[in-house]
């Protein structure tokens, strides 16, 4: 069974940082979902297996970067000038073959972590 752990998320005032990590039990394409109550989960970063690949959703580009370490098995998603409309509970996300962003595409899921920015 397929297990991601999820740790770094917390509070942080507008424009400060966090770093976000997911230690998976063996090597996927891996990315970050978000959502926020009421709302459908949406897409953040993905990298893909190798990591030479990333992809980002528009209301991130140029403030997060999502990086992995295959000898950990770890992905990470280091959150700049970060915004109260980040606030949402972060969830990762492991693909078996192909990276897509829509949250139906995803195989495995973490058990998510909750960022919270304050204004």
């Known amino acids: 069974q397929v297990q991601l752990v999820e740790s770094g998320g917390g509070l942080v005032q507008a424009g400060g940082s966090l770093r976000l990590s997911c230690a998976a039990s063996?090597?996927?394409?891996m990315g970050w979902f978000r959502q926020t109550p009421g709302k459908e989960r949406e897409f953040v970063a993905a990298?893909?297996?190798?990591?030479?690949?990333?992809y980002y959703g528009d209301s991130v580009k140029g403030r997060f970067t999502i990086s992995k370490d295959n000898a950990k098995n770890t992905v990470y998603l280091q959150m700049n000038s970060l915004k109260p409309e980040d606030t949402a509970v972060y969830y990762c996300?492991?693909?078996?073959?192909?990276?897509?962003?829509?949250?139906?595409?995803?195989?495995?899921w973490g058990q998510g972590t909750q960022v919270t920015v304050s204004s």
């Open positions: 996300a492991a693909y078996r073959i192909v990276v897509r962003t829509t949250s139906t595409s995803v195989d495995y």
């Open positions: 063996g090597r996927y394409a």
């Open positions: 990298i893909t297996w190798s990591g030479d690949v990333t």
